[in-house]
């Protein structure tokens, strides 16, 4: 599994697990409007977002909030480029 400029990174032992943490471990979860995705995008506007060699990649917009469930094992999530 590879991820592209990652912005945010969190590795969570299952122990440590919420129930709605324990998803499907054969896919990758896309979270779309997620509270957290909206603050390491802001964050990261205010510190790079605006250069203009970040905007020609393409800003903000093409970086999403992934979720993936470990089965037994850990719970990442992860906002990276999307592209």
């Known amino acids: ?13 299952v122990s440590c697990c919420k129930a709605e943490d324990v998803l499907d471990s054969a896919s990758i979860h896309e979270q779309c409007d997620s509270e957290l995705l909206k603050n390491v995008i802001e964050r990261w506007t205010e510190s790079v977002g605006w250069q203009e060699w970040q905007v020609k990649k393409g800003g903000a917009d093409r970086f999403r909030h992934y979720f993936v469930y470990f089965d037994d094992a850990a ?5 990276a480029n999307a592209h």
């Not at 719970?75 to 906002?79: A, E, G, H, P």
């Open 1 to 13: 599994m590879t991820f592209h400029e990652p912005l945010y990174f969190e590795w969570r032992d």
């Open 75 to 79: 719970v990442i999530q992860i906002i």
